[in-house]
């Protein structure tokens, strides 16, 4: 006899005996289900769900999803229903009266059964599935995440409204139209387009006379902007036992507002996301293949959330947000796809004559029409509640109402029409098998507005834009307007419309929030003014137009490719001018002989991005005229680079010799500002690291709590190398405030081979080994396998669960 098998037939009853034991421990009854579901959390953190029914499947998604993002989907909830003075108090009065103000008023019935024929039952269930781990958690408080005793409060439940909530979207453009009418007011039109980069049409910016300069200095968009904003927590909201001393949070959050606000208002026009396919002829392994990598302000818990859905009907992998049931980037049986923003004007600032002897009623085609009206009553702690009134026109919320000045305000918002929740058209995706059927599907998409990428195993790439686009005839969209009736929105474009492609003769497509409209596009009205610079796009081109077959690794790394086009075309500037100094003469030796890629550890990346900030910011306050700075932070990159090919554009005199002497006059200071960062030896000046460019995700609360918790809830900090315009996007300051947290991509030959992240981790609970598990292989441009058939799936198991219906 083998005495292997003598030694083998014991080991294998006791590895049976112990997993049925854990599958009998690892058993969970659930009020609400209808039949068994199968959960297999994968050594990721990621939830394969198998159910036996559709119902049961988004049920499922819900309840796990809340259990891995409580205190997120607390959050979100606040969010959504305007109830966030309830536990923070005053300060947050004007955020919950934007919230309502701007909140969806449509029914049910309608507004979910647009995003799938099924939507009422799947958004039911998925509601279901989070208030069942609700009332569980609730039922058990010594199980809440710690967040909930820090801040003394439990979940509350959701109701559909919660889930198709629009404060989240990504939505353009109405703060940029009031400050682009400020601008406009203080310098002109034609001024204005010279410092802005509108294309690939010229705008109409001519203001009409009706709307006083004074009306657009004052804060007519208020509860617009706090209904936008993100939630700021202060010290005295958590428990003392818990608190950081004010001090220090006061010096921490000043450096950390400024270094946030530095980013934003540079990267206005870089944040976006890539997204690209290959067709089998440009592949090795001779079927089409997608990546893509969404880009967002980089948070813990992430933005995202991988799961897999498996039940009659429906077989996806990928990510959404936590908070929406089905999956919006992703690949199911037959093919994957992916998205970046396709920019889009889906907003207008209408100002409105009213009565002077009814503040209420407005000037509308010659008539006098009533607002709508709708009284609310919002809960403040520590006082008594606000009883408010919403005003509506017949364009949308009014957000100011002057009657020294016989003014109105209010936004006009596509995304209040039916239909228009974030990402929830995707549902319809995820089922789909061809890309006719995936083309059909994006036509439900209206918020955001992307550009949706296709791969399918039959060979085909596609891609569609999407997103509600008002049509405009005679003004832009990018001022206010009188909405007296002369300024309307002629219609809506079809979807269908929109720019697409299939099988282009490039064997690719790529976006990355560049203008990528042909030349001749039948619709020019309905196109946006503000794109992305092309920069990363360009970059993603040229490497995709290679000759060349590509790897699924290849295609990983061109997500991560820190060369920067910028660089590239700038450094030669300096190669004939002549410097003041021996070491910024050698400096300028450096770049010379540089590859322009922004690696971390690297000194001619360090000198360079310095350089380029200083530059950029030089020439912003040269050429933006003082009455016109407070709205116009930056000049975009694009045109910087233009000016610096074409300076007779900035200078009417000595042009050359005058943009020579600005290259010099901000090398220098790009010097004096390394060496009073980082000391006075440039061998210690590498870009990524601690004291420049690095990583460091914050939790909510993670400023406002002690140093215990600060290392609990906060990642640590780890080296990056990129930034805003590099494809590996990782925004313009140190650290990497945003960028592409979640990355995926597939080869459409297998399913298994495809890979992916998700930074920090999947869960948002600080106790799971799941919570900030990926940083540090995010940080290094690393990725995890994603398994897709379930016998791939138990190979990478690290728990499994059975969900039971609970008999009464």
């Given at each position: 006899?083998?005495?292997?098998?003598?030694?083998?037939?014991?080991?294998?009853?006791?590895?049976?005996?112990?997993?049925?034991?854990?599958?009998?421990?690892?058993?969970?009854?659930?009020?609400?289900?209808?039949?068994?579901?199968?959960?297999?959390?994968?050594?990721?953190?990621?939830?394969?769900?198998?159910?036996?029914?559709?119902?049961?499947?988004?049920?499922?998604?819900?309840y796990l999803a809340a259990k891995d993002r409580l205190f997120q989907f607390e959050l979100w909830r606040r969010q959504a229903t305007g109830t966030l003075a309830e536990i923070l108090g005053e300060r947050e009065l004007e955020r919950d009266r934007g919230v309502r103000l701007f909140k969806f008023r449509g029914d049910k019935e309608t507004e979910l059964r647009h995003y799938h024929p099924r939507g009422v039952e799947i958004v039911d269930s998925f509601v279901a599935g989070i208030n069942t781990y609700i009332e569980e958690a609730r039922q058990n408080p010594e199980s809440l995440p710690i967040e909930f005793q820090m801040l003394g409060i439990q979940p509350e439940p959701w109701t559909w409204e919660v889930v198709i909530s629009r404060h989240q979207g990504l939505l353009e453009n109405v703060s940029d139209e009031l400050n682009i009418s400020r601008v406009v007011s203080q310098i002109?039109?034609?001024?204005?387009?010279?410092?802005?980069?509108?294309?690939?049409n010229e705008p109409v910016l001519d203001l009409d006379p009706g709307i006083p300069d004074e009306l657009l200095m004052k804060d007519i968009l208020a509860p617009y902007r706090a209904f936008r904003r993100g939630i700021r927590f202060q010290p005295e909201d958590i428990r003392e036992e818990f608190r950081r001393e004010a001090e220090e949070f006061e010096k921490a959050t000043a450096y950390l507002e400024e270094e946030l606000n530095f980013t934003l208002e540079s990267d206005a026009f870089a944040q976006g996301s890539n997204n690209f396919v290959v067709s089998g002829e440009k592949s090795e392994s001779g079927f089409p293949m997608m990546a893509n990598d969404p880009h967002r302000l980089q948070a813990i818990p992430s933005l995202r959330y991988w799961v897999h859905l498996n039940a009659p009907g429906w077989n996806v992998v990928g990510a959404g947000e936590p908070v929406i049931p089905g999956v919006s980037i992703g690949h199911n049986e037959h093919g994957a796809w992916g998205l970046t923003i396709f920019s889009t004007d889906n907003e207008d600032l209408r100002v409105y004559d009213i009565n002077p002897d009814n503040p209420s009623q407005y000037r509308y085609k010659d008539e006098w029409l009533e607002m709508e009206s709708i009284q609310d009553t919002i809960l403040v702690k520590g006082r008594e509640d606000e009883v408010v009134t919403h005003y509506y026109t017949i364009h949308g919320p009014v957000t100011f109402i002057d009657e020294e000045l016989d003014k109105a305000v209010a936004v006009e918002c596509a995304w209040l029409e039916p239909g228009s929740a974030p990402y929830l058209a995707s549902l319809r995706m995820d089922q789909s098998t061809t890309w006719e059927e995936f083309r059909d599907a994006c036509t439900y998409n209206n918020i955001p507005a992307e550009n949706m990428v296709w791969a399918d195993k039959n060979g085909t790439i596609g891609w569609q834009a999407t997103g509600i686009a008002p049509i405009r005839k005679g003004f832009s969209g990018l001022i206010a307007t009188m909405g007296d009736g002369r300024y309307e929105w002629e219609d809506y474009l079809p979807i269908a419309d929109r720019p697409h492609a299939v099988n282009p003769e490039s064997g690719f497509i790529a976006t990355a929030n560049q203008n990528v409209a042909p030349d001749d596009y039948a619709y020019p009205e309905a196109l946006g003014f503000e794109w992305a610079d092309d920069f990363r796009g360009e970059r993603i081109e040229e490497v995709l137009s290679q000759d060349k077959k590509f790897s699924l690794e290849q295609l990983g790394a061109l997500q991560n490719d820190y060369l920067a086009l910028p660089a590239r075309k700038l450094i030669p500037?300096?190669?004939?001018?002549?410097?003041?100094?021996?070491?910024?003469?050698?400096?300028?030796?450096?770049?010379?002989?540089w590859d322009f890629v922004l690696d971390k550890n690297s000194v001619a990346a360090g000198v360079y991005v310095m350089w380029e900030r200083i530059l950029r910011r030089t020439i912003s306050e040269l050429m933006i005229p003082d009455k016109a700075k407070p709205w116009l932070g930056s000049i975009q990159l694009t045109r910087v680079l233009e000016w610096m090919d074409k300076p007779e554009m900035m200078y009417d005199r000595n042009p050359v010799e005058n943009r020579n002497q600005l290259l010099v006059e901000s090398f220098e200071q790009a010097i004096e500002a390394l060496e009073e960062k980082l000391g006075k030896n440039p061998s210690v000046w590498q870009y990524g690291q601690a004291d420049y460019k690095h990583a460091k995700i914050r939790h909510p609360l993670g400023e406002v709590v002690n140093a215990e918790w600060q290392a609990k809830l906060n990642t640590e900090t780890l080296p990056r190398g990129g930034y805003s315009f590099t494809p590996g996007a990782n925004a313009y300051g140190d650290n990497n405030t945003s960028g592409a947290s979640f990355r995926i991509v597939v080869d459409t030959e297998d399913w298994e081979k495809t890979i992916g992240i998700n930074n920090p981790g999947q869960s948002g609970n600080p106790e799971s080994p799941f919570y900030k598990n990926l940083f540090p292989k995010w940080a290094n441009d690393e990725f995890v396998g994603i398994p897709f058939a379930k016998e791939h799936v138990l190979t990478q198991k690290a728990e499994e669960v059975l969900l039971i219906p609970k008999r009464e």
């Open positions: 006899m083998n005495t292997k098998s003598l030694l083998f037939t014991p080991l294998l009853i006791f590895s049976f005996l112990l997993f049925s034991c854990q599958k009998q421990e690892n058993k969970n009854s659930i009020q609400g289900l209808k039949e068994e579901v199968e959960v297999i959390r994968d050594v990721n953190g990621i939830n394969h769900i198998f159910a036996q029914n559709e119902e049961d499947l988004f049920f499922a998604q819900g002109g039109a034609e001024k204005a387009k010279e410092l802005y980069y509108f294309h690939p500037h300096l190669k004939d001018v002549s410097l003041e100094t021996e070491r910024a003469d050698s400096l300028n030796q450096v770049l010379q002989s």
